[in-house]
């Protein structure tokens, strides 16, 4: 399957002597939603930080559609198709929520240097299309009336939509979500959910990690599982939901026993 | 009052020279902060714009023009020889860089017979007047207006609030770093030519760092939410011991002292208002 967006293989980082990351590999195809889940420290933020650039592996190869972009910096991936969002929402907090999104939109938005000092045509109407963008992209979010209030004063919850909105301004074949949910009330949860399967419905491919399951369960199309570093278990939520090792990497070992002969009795 | 105003620019002349070069060095200094980097090194391109205009005017006596192009030629080459190692790495290494390259250079300047030693160079032709100074200060406001507020004034907005999300989102880091410390060199050696070519004479100490922290300053008190703050900085600045000419002899401690207070008390500086980052109407 060559037609994978998304490949990791053997990807593997130590920091000393502990391999945060440890030989992982899978693939995310495009058009679906992958989550990658774990315990605490099974190294899934870590992997988001090396495929998306801000760390370097110590072993092992990262192809994003067709291209293996082991040595790129962030920017390079990020002109590749590659987008992102933050576990601790990095915003930029000065800025309104259009400018924060047109700031997403850096890799297209036309117009250099010379066109923008002289304010040539083309320059004008670039960034009127870049505005007509960005309010469409808002209005997406649920955010039409923020377009001018200042990102770093908007309400927690709509802060990580306009992070979400800013990554999809940029028009990414693959978006990485780390923790997307992180913080969120069950309501704004259920909000987030929709705004990602609507994501999904435009084309996006997305990687998540997060926490909450219920949240992976009903988004997801496959799931990777880490622990400490490794893949333990890979598969459609329902496969990985009944996986042993993956009950006995979040729950401990006697509860997998005690549920695996509970299984066998019945 | 024609005549007065003739009187009054005459009397103040080397004043009005100061604020219209003072605001252009604050200007060069805003376009490091803008994107988040700190350059101690403005004092430095200053100078060796200074040196390079003063020597081709006086030794070759090349024709004026020319030698404003060459004194912005010469520290946009310094700045990428210091910019290329320096600038692939975030934190404070530009910033401890830039100092070295300060004191290297009035070394240089004290040492070398072609500089006229501790003593530097005399003589200059007067050459450069308000015209020049104020008409290339307002062209470069505009230019830095009219930057941004498009997709490069975003980016560098953006660099500025958080490095890594903005490498996220496809901003080259390494070629914004290295322009805008170049484009901040070449407004420094600009300045540094019209200051030798107003004052007539040029020490190495006018370039040391006191010249840059005093630069740092304008940008500092003036905030740089937006082009306006650094200049604004400058003025209050330039214009403050005149004002205080008591108190001359303190005007370091003042510098210090406005640090202190803006730091403290006026985070954006006393010009707080923030430019829009769009190039067309929302």
């Known amino acids: 399957m060559n037609g994978a967006l998304l490949t990791l293989e053997n990807l593997t980082v130590r920091f000393g002597g502990l391999a945060a990351v440890d030989s992982v590999s899978f693939r995310v195809e495009p058009q679906t939603v992958h989550g990658l889940i774990g315990p605490n420290g099974a190294g899934k933020t870590t992997a988001f930080n090396l495929i998306s650039g801000l760390g370097h592996q110590s072993e092992g190869h990262i192809r994003l559609d067709g291209e293996t972009i082991d040595d790129w910096p962030s920017w390079q991936r990020a002109q590749h198709g590659l987008a992102r969002t933050f576990q601790n929402i990095r915003m930029f907090g000065e800025m309104t929520a259009l400018e924060n999104v047109l700031a997403g939109m850096h890799v297209h938005v036309g117009g250099g240097l010379g066109a923008t000092l002289l304010r040539l045509k083309s320059f004008r109407s670039a960034e009127a299309a870049a505005i007509a963008k960005g309010h469409e992209i808002l209005g997406f979010l649920g955010l039409a009336d923020a377009s001018t209030r200042r990102a770093g004063n908007l309400p927690y919850g709509d802060q990580r939509r306009l992070e979400i909105g800013r990554a999809l301004a940029s028009d990414p074949k693959l978006m990485l979500l780390d923790e997307p949910a992180a913080g969120m009330n069950p309501s704004e949860t259920a909000g987030l959910i929709e705004l990602l399967l609507r994501l999904k419905s435009r084309g996006v491919t997305l990687l998540l990690v997060e926490h909450d399951m219920h949240f992976i369960m009903n988004l997801c199309d496959r799931i990777t599982v880490l622990n400490f570093g490794r893949k333990i278990a890979e598969g459609t939520p329902l496969e990985v939901r009944s996986d042993p090792k993956v009950i006995e990497a979040y729950l401990g070992t006697k509860v997998a026993e005690r549920l695996e002969a509970g299984a066998r009795v019945r | 009052m024609s005549e007065f105003l003739a009187d009054f620019l005459f009397s103040y002349q080397s004043l009005i020279h100061s604020l219209g070069i003072n605001g252009l060095l604050a200007l060069s200094m ?76 009035r070394i240089a300047f004290v040492n070398s017979e072609l500089t006229g030693g501790a003593l530097g160079l005399s003589g200059i032709p007067e050459k450069a007047g308000y015209a020049l100074i104020f008409g290339c200060l307002a062209l470069a406001l505009i230019a830095f207006v009219l930057v941004s ?32 410390l170049v484009v901040s060199a070449m407004l420094a050696g600009l300045a540094g030519a019209f200051n030798a070519h107003v004052s007539s004479f040029i020490s190495p100490n006018d370039y040391g760092f006191d010249a840059a922290v005093t630069i740092l300053s304008y940008a500092l008190l003036g905030g740089i939410g937006s082009p306006f703050g650094p200049v604004v900085g400058a003025i209050i600045l330039t214009l403050l011991p005149e004002v205080l000419r008591p108190l001359h002899d303190f005007r370091l401690v003042f510098n210090g002292l406005i640090i202190v207070i803006a730091v403290l008390f006026m985070p954006h500086g006393i010009v707080p208002w923030r430019i829009g980052r769009t190039g067309a109407r929302a």
Do not use: C, N, W
Not at chain 2, 63 to 84: D, H, K, Q, R
Not at chain 2, 152 to 163: P, Q, V
């Open chain 2, 30 to 105: 805003y376009v490091v902060l803008a994107i988040g980097q700190l350059s101690l090194g403005q004092a430095a391109f200053m100078g060796l714009g200074a040196y390079t205009s003063a020597l081709l005017t006086l030794k070759l006596g090349a024709p004026f023009p020319l030698v404003l192009i060459a004194s912005m030629a010469v520290p946009a080459l310094a700045a990428l020889i210091i910019g290329a190692p320096t600038l692939r790495l975030s934190g404070v290494y530009l910033a401890l860089a830039t100092i070295g390259l300060g004191e290297v250079l």
């Open chain 2, 149 to 180: 507020r498009s997709r490069i004034g975003r980016a560098m907005e953006a660099m500025r609030e958080d490095e890594v999300a903005a490498g996220m989102l496809g901003v080259h880091l390494p070629r914004y770093r290295i322009s805008a």
